[in-house]
Structure formats: C-alpha cells, structure tokens
C-alpha cells in the first residue's frame, strides 16, 4: 500500500480554499472522539464563568500540565485568562445538559446548577467525573483559537463513572465491549 492508496481522490480538495475546507475539514475531525470538559473560573468580579470544551489534552506528567483550546471569539476566555487559574471538570454521562448549557453566550450558565468553590476560587460541577484545579502556565493564540496551558495544583477522581464523549456532532457515552 502506497501513501496514494490512503488519499482520496474522488474529491479533492483544495487545502489552500479556507471556505471550501471548512466544513470537509470540521467533517474529518467529527470522526475523532473526544471528552468533553467545562472550564470553570472566578472572575474578577467573584462571579463564576464557564465554558464547555472539546479540546482537552494532558501535556505533561512532569510537571503536570494540561491545555485546553478556545475560539479567539469567545466572551469567556478573557475572564477566564484574567483569573490566572481555572478548574477543568470532566463531565460525566448523563450531563450533556450542563455541556449544552455551558457551550451557549449570552446566557447565565450556572442557573440551576448545583456547584462547589474549589481551594483556587473556581466551580466544581456537581456531578463531574473528574476536577483538575490549575494555574496558567502558558496561553498563545493558534491560528482562530487560543491555547490555554495549566499547571495542576490540585484534583480530585471521585467514584469512577462512564464519562459524557463527543463524536459525529452528538454527545454520546461508551459502553462495553461484549
């Protein structure tokens, strides 16, 4: 098998057309599966701010760092930025309600739902399956999106559950292999 025989031709597309990539782009990457996060901080008002986020990494193990990635459009990351920390809560199945909830502008996210304040001021969604407290180490813009590096100070893995995942433009959960 040549490199040929792995890139279809039928449809080509030009990688250079911005418009005409988009969507066959963003169609490839649905393919992928992902986690599916909410950063949560104290702005500096006190007010807590969130957002729900599909691209999560770990970085490193030593130091611990993890990144996330948000639109250089959204109205969150600057508060968010402005903290100099931020808590990652890893969502769980059942609470796409919360990620659909936290993926919206203009609206009070955090209506209704019940949280915590973790030891650096940020919310910890009830329910999650997985809180990482961190420190932003780094941030940089990347092409129309931002990459936000934290150094974690603090987490917390209660009782495993199945978590909440993103693939094909839907949120789903896993299940076993049989």
Do not use: Y
């Not at 903290?83 to 199945?93: D, K, M, P």
């Not at 590096?149 to 949120?171: E, K, N, Y």
């Amino acid at each position: 098998m040549t490199t040929d025989d792995l890139v279809d031709t039928r449809h080509p597309i030009d990688a250079t057309d911005a418009v005409g990539i988009a969507g066959s782009f963003r169609e490839a990457l649905s393919h992928f599966c992902s986690g599916v996060v909410v950063i949560t901080a104290e702005d500096a008002d006190g007010e807590p701010t969130g957002m729900t986020v599909g691209s999560f990494t770990s970085i490193s193990l030593d130091p611990p760092l993890v990144g996330f990635f948000a639109g250089s459009s959204s109205t969150t990351l600057p508060r968010v930025l402005a903290t100099g920390r931020f808590s990652v809560n890893v969502l769980a199945e059942g609470q796409d309600l919360l990620a659909r909830s936290f993926a919206r502008s203009g609206t009070d996210k955090f209506a209704g739902v019940s949280w915590t304040r973790s030891a650096n001021g940020a919310p910890r969604l009830d329910g999650a399956h997985a809180w990482i407290d961190c420190d932003i180490d780094d941030h940089r813009v990347i092409g129309d999106h931002e990459l936000v590096v934290g150094r974690v100070s603090a987490l917390i893995v209660p009782a495993p559950t199945d978590p909440l995942v993103f693939h094909r433009s839907m949120f789903r959960t896993l299940g076993p292999l049989s």
